[in-house]
């Protein structure tokens, strides 16, 4: 078959990758004119298989009114006249139900076991380089009541066969010396020793190219008008070239990959997309005192940030803003970010040359991604990762393509279709 895929972050590439493996002709568009620009470019770096919970929680419920009133919030709600987010928010509140909660993470899991396993054997197999650090997450708590209660979905999490140790303050300093300075303020924290952490845009590019080499053909530059359809199948991806010209780009089956503009290509054809973009920030920050910078990645539990070493460079990122869809900065939450940062590690980062960077992450109200396919045949999606497209992206990829070629994907997981 001849498969479009459209996108070309984590998401779009490993989709591409893996039906070309399993001998398809596939063709890529994509807007920018390298693979990962967009939502891949600069994330967090985690995959964290441990750490693959919803945002809606009855936890979560206490907070959001707090959150409403600030700027710097970790997960804001920036009210729009806009019936898809109030849409989007209504079934995010019912996402909080208990009985929803140990659906989704149940399905979060399976996938981000199954994508790890994946992106190991594709390191091993393919030689793949992209900053990777298998040092395990460490999440850390300021907070005694947060602290206390992070050990019931600690709890879940070995139940699921996830290792999610429960440690002390002083084991906290001891897995990563780098936050001895700020000792006094930690009460406990998590370790997931099997997760890892890397540069998404790096293995982005590197498999691209790979992908590439192997046949996939990839258009850069094209930008996606709309999907027609004819007869209840697409019949074409109506395309505009870097030169402004038109065409009609014909293909078997069609996978939707482009994130949080997914929807607004397939809603017009009658297929539902709660997916709705979660404006994240990152700050990459050049290490200047090797030694005084963390090597294991780190979880800030409070202030919903994580951190990323990236060969010489350490990886901030965090926060997530619902209702705010473009990609300018915030100077107030950069300044928060870098505020964060210096009071971890004073002298380890060249602050005056830091990078700041935003994204729109694709968020489901259950924070489950939608992957497979369909009321329309021939089209499918693979969209809606939220803050964990690193962490599920080369399984996602995998298991598409596996529902393509109408076979069972390994995990135990909500597929559409």
Known sequence: MKIAVLGSGIIGVSTAWWLNQMGHEVVVVERQPQAGLETSRANGGQISVSYAEPWASPQVLPKLVKWLLRDNA????????????????????????????????????????????????????????????????????????????????????????????????????????????????????????????????????????????????????????????????????????????????????????????????VRPLGVPCPVYPAKGYSATFPILQADAAPFVSLTDSEHKVVYSRLGNRLRMAGTAELGNPTRALSTARCEHMATLARELFPTALDFDNVRYWSGLRPATPANVPLIGRTRIPNLYLNTGHGTLGWTMGVGSGKALAELICGKRPEPEFPFLG
């Open 74 to 265: 970790p997960l804001a709600f920036r009210l729009q006249f806009d019936p898809h987010q109030w849409s989007w928010a209504f079934m995010f509140l019912r996402e909080c139900m208990p009985a929803r909660v140990a659906r989704n993470v149940a399905a979060l899991v399976a996938m981000a076991q199954y994508s790890r396993r994946t992106l190991q054997e594709m390191r091993r197999e393919l030689g793949i380089e992209y900053d990777q650090q298998e040092r395990g997450i460490l999440n850390f708590y300021r907070s005694m009541h947060e602290f206390e209660a992070s050990q019931k979905m600690a709890g879940i999490m070995r139940d699921h066969g996830v290792e999610r140790r429960v440690i002390s303050a002083d084991e906290v300093v001891a897995i990563e010396p780098a936050l001895a300075r700020v000792r006094h303020a930690i009460v406990g924290g998590d370790y997931t020793p099997d997760d890892e952490s890397g540069d998404a845009f790096r293995f982005t590019q590197e498999l691209a190219r790979l992908a590439q080499d192997a046949g996939v053909q990839f258009r850069f530059g094209w930008q996606l008008s709309r999907l027609v359809s004819a007869g209840g199948r697409v019949h074409t991806a109506e395309l505009i070239g870097p030169d402004g010209q038109y065409e009609h780009m014909r293909a078997d089956a069609y996978v939707a990959a482009l994130g949080s503009h997914t929807p607004a290509f």
